[in-house]
């Protein structure tokens, strides 16, 4: 039975290795090592053509104005002549005193250049070495704090994977789902970067991904750290200055930060930003008649109700929106939080959303998507606009009303309980 047990076990379990995450890391960063290597070449041949092309461009200008002297105006023998060479031979005299200075300053600056590279490139070299060496104690950390399958590596970063939480500044909150901040060790500095996967038709509208990252939703961006405890803390991960303790601070400053949007720090875009301009317009002109008879003509699901002469009207709002779906969306809207907004949050969205390729994790491949919330409190509702039910209703209550006092003037009678049966719209 434990047999049984172990098996099924290592079958669920997909999680790669911290052995394995650090191989793909390893070789991240040495694919980010030759990446500069191969920019700084290219960018050192664009120099020596730069040179090549002003040198030549040098020579000609001078050798142009060496010559210039055969086109002198006066051609009296004597003064041509001297004035010939006395021009050449200055013009001669400057054109190589400014090409030797030109190659001395070319030569001067090409043995900087090489020896700025061969520099840099020992410090990278020296900062891969060490970041490897210290991802094992990250490692353990992150295990404790996230559980191995929240965190993986992807090319030069660490990656960790916020499933879903709440986002707030104090006043309101929003409901966030499937943030991955990036930890990535770039030419010798570590930078603190995020991606959203998963965002409600709304954020994708306004293009939100997180307050305080720099691109909106499904584009890696880096995050704004500003002054506060999490940007010093960040600056001591660096080989030299990490210790476990440190690292751990840095974990417990993060998810802090992820959950707080700080309105004196200057969010990106805020929360408020999100639901701003996008509630339904009660001014905006819709033909209510139209709707009436649109109601009538697919005979929608309604209940009379007759109280002390008193004649009100509930609708079926399920059987209304089913109605109403099949006609122009000014008749309806979204239901999110108690509040109506225009229908394009639902119908926009996906008609403009592409799903795209963002990442591997956990040895998936995760792809952006645009999605209602499974939250219940995050919910987002189709409905007809209420503008259009108080105008039915009070259509339907109108002619109830009237063909009621029709047949009580004709039958004499002011009996309210045969109303019901009265009515026939």
Not at 305 to 325: A, G, M, P, T, Y
Not at 362 to 389: D, F, G, H, M
Request: hydrophobic share 30%; glycine share 4%; charged share 25%.
């Amino acid at each position: 039975m434990e047999e049984i047990k172990e098996v099924l076990v290592g079958e669920v379990n997909t999680s790669p290795s911290n052995e394995e995450k650090k191989l793909r890391l390893k070789k991240g960063l040495l694919e980010l090592f030759r990446g500069h290597i191969i920019d700084r070449y290219e960018n050192f041949n664009h120099w020596i053509r730069q040179i090549e092309y002003y040198k030549h461009r040098h020579i000609t200008n001078y050798g142009y104005k060496i010559e210039l002297g055969n086109d002198l105006e006066y051609k009296n023998i004597v003064n041509y002549n001297k004035n010939t060479k006395d021009l050449r031979r200055q013009r001669i005299f400057d054109f190589r005193s400014c090409i030797q200075r030109f190659l001395q300053d070319c030569s001067h600056y090409r043995k900087e250049v090489i020896l700025f590279n061969t520099n840099r490139f020992k410090a990278e070299k020296k900062f891969i070495r060490e970041s490897i060496v210290l991802f094992d104690s990250m490692a353990s950390i992150l295990d404790s704090t996230y559980g191995q399958d929240k965190w993986d590596t992807y090319n030069n970063s660490i990656v960790i994977h916020f499933t879903d939480f709440y986002i707030t500044n104090g006043q309101s909150k929003n409901y966030m789902k499937d943030l991955y901040v990036l930890l990535s060790f770039k030419q010798q500095t570590i930078d603190l970067e995020g991606i959203r996967a998963t965002v409600s038709p709304m954020e994708f509208i306004k293009s939100y991904g997180h307050s305080h990252l720099s691109n909106g939703c499904f584009c890696k961006g880096t995050f704004c750290l500003g002054s506060g405890p999490i940007s010093q803390t960040k600056s001591l991960l660096m080989p030299g200055d990490y210790t476990e303790d440190i690292f751990q601070l840095f974990l417990y400053q993060l998810n802090d930060y992820v959950k707080w949007e700080s309105i004196q720090g200057g969010p990106y875009k805020r929360i408020n930003y999100i639901y701003a301009n996008t509630k339904v317009n009660y001014a905006r002109g819709i033909n209510l008649d139209y709707a009436y008879k649109w109601f009538i003509a697919n005979k929608c699901k309604f209940e009379i109700i007759v109280n002390n002469n008193s004649v009100d009207v509930k609708l079926d709002e399920k059987d209304l929106s089913r109605c109403f779906s099949l006609t122009s969306r000014d008749y309806r809207c979204v239901k999110f939080e108690g509040k109506y907004y225009n229908p394009n949050l639902l119908e926009d969205a996906p008609s403009s959303f592409r799903p795209r390729e963002l990442l591997t994790f956990q040895n998936k491949l995760i792809k952006s998507k645009v999605e209602l919330s499974t939250n219940a409190e995050y919910s987002y509702e189709t409905t007809t606009n209420p503008r259009v039910i108080w105008y039915i209703k009070e259509r339907l209550i109108a002619s109830i009303e009237q063909k009621a006092k029709a047949t009580r003037s004709t039958d004499g009678t002011k009996d309210t309980s045969s109303v019901q049966e009265l009515i026939n719209v």
